[in-house]
T-cell receptor, first 109, second 119 residues
Framework: DAKTTQPTSMDCAEGRAANLPCNHS???????VYWYRQIHSQGPQYIIH???NNETNEMASLIITEDRKSSTLILPHATLRDTAVYYCIVRPLYDKVIFGPGTSLSVIP | GAVVSQHPSWVICKSGTSVKIECRSLDFQATTMFWYRQFPKQSLMLMATSNEGSKATYEQGVEKDKFLINHASLTLSTLTVTSAHPEDSSFYICSARVLAGVSGANVLTFGAGSRLTVL
């Protein structure tokens, strides 16, 4: 069973904020929300994670709804190098990471 | 930051031969590593979990005799594709578990991947 639902693809204009949604309506109390991305033909890269509070780091912001049933990854000023497949993953701390199909983000000049 | 080095980045071999892929944690100790494979235009598929000093745990449907995993030290895990065939051609990616942040929430650091082509 898929734990997360993401749009298959999205476009974003260069310099604008990219908002990538993720639905995880069956999330359990001990499960974290993780985001990774994979640029074409490279290994995936960790972006950010959170439990229930919003989080921000040098790469992105993660907004988690109060009921924790959905979240949004925000890339504040998308560049062409942000074109990648973005994976939203829900899992307990020490569990293995299972990737879904993700969202293919295209940043357009 | 934590770096995982994977080698070789690409390899071409003849059908029936064996290929070894190495995954090293460069500046940290990795008690647990994971191996994934990825076919074109598909997502990553977890093959196995590799634990230092013990046998790997394979996902359902992954042949343990074909994909041999060894994790003999805290910085090295290897994947050997035995008797490779064209259908084994794929992108193989390793990752290691790294603690992150105050919460200690595990994140994965990934290698750059190894593209295997079996002729």
């Amino acid at each position: 069973d898929a734990k997360t639902t993401q749009p298959t693809s999205m476009d974003c204009a260069e310099g604008r904020a990219a908002n990538l949604p993720c639905n995880h309506s069956t999330i359990s109390g001990n499960e974290y929300v993780y985001w990774y991305r994979q640029i074409h033909s490279q290994g995936p890269q960790y972006i950010i994670h959170g439990l229930k509070n919003n989080e921000t780091n040098e790469m992105a912001s993660l907004i988690i709804t109060e009921d924790r049933k959905s979240s949004t990854l925000i890339l504040p000023h998308a560049t062409l190098r942000d074109t990648a497949v973005y994976y939203c993953i829900v899992r307990p701390l020490y569990d293995k990471v299972i990737f879904g199909p993700g969202t293919s983000l295209s940043v357009i000049p | 930051g934590a770096v995982v080095s994977q080698h070789p980045s690409w390899v071409i071999c003849k059908s029936g031969t064996s290929v070894k892929i190495e995954c090293r944690s460069l500046d940290f100790q990795a008690t647990t590593m994971f191996w994934y494979r990825q076919f074109p235009k598909q997502s990553l598929m977890l093959m196995a979990t590799s634990n230092e000093g013990s046998k790997a745990t394979y996902e359902q449907g992954v042949e343990k005799d074909k994909f041999l995993i060894n994790h003999a030290s805290l910085t090295l895990s290897t994947l050997t594709v035995t008797s490779a065939h064209p259908e084994d051609s794929s992108f193989y990616i390793c990752s290691a578990r790294v603690l992150a942040g105050v919460s200690g929430a595990n994140v994965l650091t990934f290698g750059a991947g190894s593209r295997l082509t079996v002729l």
